[in-house]
């Protein structure tokens, strides 16, 4: 089995070429193997299945089929349509997520960067904020407002320290990553501090709308967009079982092709191989990343790190 390209990994992001895209299992960084989540004792996240065991349970979903009662999507839009409603749901994952989780070595080693990163990530947790916070390191958060539909034409973005978002039409946002890393929080965040931002791309119909939105070319700011024009990618803790990270793919895919910049996607840009780090892949997991023109490593996420830094000779 390949290992990953360690040395060229580290040149590229040294040099701030690479965005680290976070998925579910980065997250999940440093938990025990044989773990198990409870709601109200565990020192980590629980996974998507274990969240939606606990939503059905709450909710009494009426299915006892694995299909349905591991479907975070599926069992989230009974809870917020059939058995209470948005808000509870929610208040529900506020509560789940309003907590000092373990932070893990993806996200101290990503803080520790001696160069502004672009990192996006489709988690609603707050680890990769506080291990920047922990790191006295500024930063940027922009995520999308799904559940604030006053701004469904907008993304929010919190300067610095600031404890309330400006609001800015995707194509307009005044953001430059010459000094100051920026995380993307593409299917929202649970808002710890004010608490009252809080936003969940979660249920089957706000995936369908988020889609529609890429397709659009409104969920993702014009700045961004171009960075992922120039960059490479990281997939750390990503499955490609998952649908909506399969059709976000692709329409990213299209609307790299038709962003409108300055210059155009040169033919060195068109063959850029980007990396993927992910547990016990499928065949068929292997042959989607690599349509893709990404090279999948089977790798826990942690020992990826523990590499990263004896190249980079940081401890």
Known sequence: MPEPPYGIIVNQLKQGNVIPFLGAGASLSGRPVDAKWNDKTAAFLPTGRELAHQLAED??????????????????????????????LIGCLHQTLDRDYQIGAIHRFLADADVPL???????????????QAKGKPYHLVAYPTDHKELAAAVLWWKPGAADPEAHAPKSLPLSLSDTTIIYKMHGTVDRQANKWDSYVITEEDYVDFLA???????????????FRKRRFLFLGYGLRDWN???????????????????PLTDAGEDLRSWAIQRNPSELERALWLARKVNIYDLEIDAFVGKLREKMGIA
Do not use: C, W
């Open 118 to 132: 672009l990192i996006v990530t489709t988690n609603y947790d707050d680890l990769i904020e506080r291990a920047f």
């Open 213 to 227: 939105r890429m397709t659009g070319q409104t969920a993702i700011p014009a700045r961004l967009m171009l960075e």
């Open 245 to 263: 990270l399969r059709v976000m793919l692709r329409h990213l895919k299209s609307a790299l092709a038709t962003t409108e910049t300055t210059a």
């Open 59 to 88: 909710s009494s979903l009426p299915s006892t089929e694995s299909y349905d009662r591991d479907d975070l999507s599926k069992v989230s839009s009974y809870y917020a349509e059939v058995a209470a409603n948005r808000a509870d």
